[in-house]
């Protein structure tokens, strides 16, 4: 019904992924070349999609438009909460009171706030690594330190260190746990039973925890999505996060859920956010979860064919590459420690040698070398050509390398 293969030109759309990668890549501006033309790259870095937002979003926004008049807006009307705790309950067997939910702009404002509001000046926020970068720069904006537990590596799929984790929630001074549920970049989808464990860590500790779970829609058709909040439905200090921006490719609109159950947070929240939203947003998020569920599964199951086509793919023309099929995200995790020295800056070779925008490795705050993470959801044909680059680049590297060897 949906056609995932059409190329939608975002050019002079002031999208970060077509204009911000100079910046957020590589810290330079617009003087900054390459051997190809901007709209050569393929781009496959920043977490958005190439695929259009789905048409009941976009009626869900022309409707509201022709209201006409869109002065200061906030979520009053029952019917935004029951859609959201409605899509919650149905996907997830979970949901929440409506008292508890909060709006922001995004879930990287609100971590900015909270761990300001919930870490005291000499308190450290703990989170799993490799991890998106922002858990790190929540922590840094306030001026607290951070305490990263590296997650395992076990041939590609990785598992936490409970150990480890306990050990460092065992610090009084560490006091927050930023959770990501599902996890970017590694792809994992938390199972029960480390849930389980995690929730045991987190009460023992008495730590607050922030379950970042935005990725929580888009995950492979055969996994499950289970809320931190379904294990420890009566542990006061738990904050989750989710959003439609990931989910329905509109973090443009910037919309986003924090269900906080402790009422003294929640009030220091809605003391000092600035809490209004735009009613377009508001609308958009509405029909998506009204509305969305249809195409929601057909892209579902287009990301889990270029999931396969990028491991076949992979094994066919990179035999050193390690790469296991993510159970969530669209973002793929590849080990390409095998070609390369672990400070090489994978970014920087794979714009100038293939022509492919990506995030390296060293932008995971740790335990991350020798890693690149490819953004899947983009049309076949799109992943095809970014895949051809990417090969061809780093096979004709490897034989420099091993004619170089040759000859010294
Ligand atoms: C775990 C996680 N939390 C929060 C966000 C951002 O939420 P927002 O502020 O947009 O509501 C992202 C987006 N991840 C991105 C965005 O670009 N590259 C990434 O890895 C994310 O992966």
């Given at each position: 019904m949906y056609n995932f293969d059409e190329i939608i030109d975002r050019r002079h759309t002031n999208a970060m992924n077509t204009d911000g990668f100079r910046n957020y890549i590589f810290h330079a501006d617009e003087t900054m070349t390459f051997p190809y033309k901007?709209?050569?790259?393929?781009?496959?870095?920043?977490?958005d999609m190439e695929f259009a937002t789905p048409d009941v979003v976009i009626d869900g926004i022309k409707e509201r438009l022709e209201k006409r008049i869109f002065g200061y807006t906030r979520v009053f009307e029952n019917s935004y909460y029951e859609a959201f705790a409605n899509w919650c309950m149905k996907r997830y067997g979970w949901t929440f009171d409506k008292n508890q939910l909060v709006m922001s702009n995004g879930i990287i404002p609100a971590l900015y706030e909270l761990v300001d509001y919930i870490c005291k000046e000499d308190e450290k926020v703990l989170f799993l690594t490799p991890s998106y970068a922002y858990f790190k720069y929540a922590a840094d904006?306030?001026?607290?330190?951070?305490?990263?537990?590296?997650?395992?590596?076990e041939d590609g799929y990785y598992?936490?260190?409970?150990?480890?984790?306990?050990r460092k929630a065992a610090d009084d001074k560490t006091t927050l746990f930023i959770f990501c549920n599902p996890h970017n970049p590694t792809g994992r989808v938390w199972k029960e039973d480390e849930l389980k464990k995690i929730g045991r860590i987190i009460k023992r500790h008495q730590l607050w925890v922030i379950s970042d779970e935005i990725h929580c829609d888009l995950i492979r058709l055969n996994q499950t999505h289970i809320p931190l909040g379904k294990i420890m439905p009566d542990y006061k200090k738990l904050v989750t996060c989710m959003a439609p921006s990931k989910t329905f490719n509109m973090a443009g609109l910037m919309l986003s859920h924090i269900i906080i159950r402790e009422e003294s947070l929640r009030e220091i929240w809605l003391n000092r956010h600035y809490n209004f939203d735009n009613p377009?947003?508001?609308?958009?998020?509405?029909a998506a979860y009204e509305k969305g569920e249809i195409w929601?599964?057909?892209l579902r199951a287009y990301l889990d064919e270029n999931f396969r086509f990028t491991q076949e793919y992979l094994l066919?023309?990179?035999?050193?590459?390690?790469?296991?099929?993510?159970?969530?995200?669209?973002?793929?995790?590849?080990?390409?420690?095998?070609?390369f020295e672990k400070d090489e800056n994978l970014s920087l070779f794979f714009a100038y040698r293939a022509?492919?925008?990506l995030e390296g490795g060293d932008m995971f705050v740790q335990n991350s070398d020798g890693f690149i993470r490819l953004n899947l959801a983009c049309p076949k044909s799109v992943l095809e050509e970014g895949l051809r680059r990417i090969c061809e680049a780093v096979n004709t590297k490897h034989n420099e390398d091993t004619s170089?060897?040759?000859i010294n």
């Open positions: 901007d709209e050569e790259f393929i781009r496959m870095w920043v977490a904006f306030n001026h607290r330190k951070s305490v990263c537990s590296n997650l395992i590596n598992t936490i260190d409970f150990e480890d984790l306990e377009l947003s508001i609308a958009a998020a509405q929601l599964e057909e066919q023309n990179l035999p050193k590459a390690k790469f296991k099929v993510s159970e969530a995200t669209y973002l793929a995790w590849v080990d390409l420690s095998s070609y022509g492919v925008l170089d060897q040759n």
